[in-house]
């Protein structure tokens, strides 16, 4: 099974509890946070069974990222689980 990519529109200020719910999930692999121009602000990896204080660091930049931006794209690379359905 592959990764599949969702890509979330979202206001700086939202960005934060945005990020914060995806890793909760628990199934993301990777978070990206893109800027208006869909430039690459951050990137980074999630691993399966991260704690919170591994998290900590990550939290305090996404949430300086947002204090500076208005807008911004969060792409959210996901494994496929087999009832997921793929478009073609």
């Not at 909760?24 to 919170?52: C, D, H, Q």
Request: charged share 30%; proline share 2%.
């Amino acid at each position: 099974m592959g990764n599949k990519t969702e890509k979330i529109k979202i206001k700086g200020e939202e960005l934060l509890a945005k990020v914060k719910s995806i890793v909760k999930e628990g199934n993301a692999r990777k978070i990206t946070i893109l800027n208006k121009g869909e430039k690459e602000i951050m990137s980074f990896p999630i691993t399966i069974g991260v704690v919170g204080v591994v998290l900590a660091p990550i939290f305090a930049a996404v949430g300086a990222v947002a204090a500076l931006v208005t807008e911004c794209t969060i792409l959210v690379e996901r494994k496929e689980t087999k009832g997921d359905v793929i478009d073609l």
